[in-house]
C-alpha cells in the first residue's frame, strides 16, 4: 500500500474514533427539573434521553412513563443521585437552590434563564448545544421566532388595551393578588398580543397587588390565570371581580381566564401564548375564523 494512501486512511480512522468519542460524551441520562425544560428537550428532539422528570411536568405525553423528582425547589437529591444521570438541567430560579447540591453529589448541571423572552432563546440554545441537537434547537427557534412574528404582525395596528395579567390569587377571592408585570416574558407577549401591561415594573417581573392598587391602575383587559378546580367546586370568574365593579374591565365584561397549562411556561409554547392573548385583548380583530 502506498504511503499516501496509508497516511490518508489513518487521518480518518482517527476522525472516526475522535467523532465517535464525542458522540459517547453526550448525555445519555437527563434529567428535566421544570415542565419548561421537558418541553424544550422534547423540542430540539433530545427527550428520548430523559430519565426522570419533576412533579409538575406534564408534556410530552411519555413524562407519565417516568420517575418524578419533586419540584421547583425541593427536588428529591438522593432519587437524583440513584438515577445516575449524566445531566440535570435547571432553571436559574432553581440553581440557588441546587446548582451547589449537585455539584456536591459530582452531578453535571445546566442552567437555563427563563425570565425574559430573549432568555427563552438562550435556553433553547443552550439546551440543543448540551444534547448534541444544535441543528434542532435553531430550527426550533425559527419557527418560535415565526410564530410571534405572525401575531405581532397581526396586531401591530391595533390600539394597545392596557392589561392586568392575575398569576395567583387565592381562589373564589380577590385577596393575595400576584401579577405579571413589565420584566417577564408573559409582559412581553401581552405586547405582542396587542396589549399594554400596566403593573408597576419589578425586577423579578412579577408583584403581589392590592384591591386598591388594582382600582389605581384601572385596566381595559383582565386575563385570570388562577387555577382552580372545575365542576360544582368551580368559581364563578365573574362574580369573583365583581367586587370591584368600579374597574372598566369589569363593567365591559372584559376579564377573562386563562387556563392553558403552558401558559407560564418559559418554552417555545410563548407563541402559542402570544396568539391567545391577541384573540383576548382584541377579540374584534378575529371574528368570523380570521386567524
Known sequence: MKPLLIRVLAIFLSLTVLCASAQNRLPQRIISTS???SEMLYGVEAFDRVVAVSDYCTYPSAVKNLPR?????????????????????????????????????????????????????????????ATGHELQARELARRTRAGLDAVRNQTMNLPQRS???????TPGTLRDLYVATQGSFLAELIEIGGGRSIATPTKNGYAKISKEVVLTLNPEVILDMVHVPKGKLAEDLAM????????????????????????????????????????LIHPEAFQGGKQ
Open 240 to 279: 369573583v371581580w365583581r367586587d370591584l365593579p368600579e374597574l372598566r374591565a369589569v363593567r365591559e365584561g372584559r376579564v377573562y381566564p386563562v387556563g392553558d397549562e403552558f401558559i407560564p411556561h418559559a418554552s417555545q409554547f410563548v407563541a402559542d401564548t402570544a396568539k391567545l392573548f391577541a384573540r
Open 69 to 129: 423528582v419533586g419540584g421547583w425547589q425541593n427536588s428529591n437529591l438522593e432519587k437524583i443521585a440513584a438515577l445516575h444521570s449524566d445531566l440535570v438541567i435547571l432553571t436559574d430560579a432553581q440553581a440557588p437552590f441546587l446548582e451547589d447540591k449537585l455539584r456536591q453529589l459530582r452531578l453535571q448541571s445546566v442552567v437555563v434563564p427563563t425570565h425574559s423572552l430573549k432568555d427563552i432563546f438562550v435556553a433553547i440554545e443552550t439546551i440543543g448545544r
Open 35 to 37: 415542565p419548561n425544560i
Open 163 to 169: 392589561v392586568l395579567l392575575v398569576v395567583d390569587r
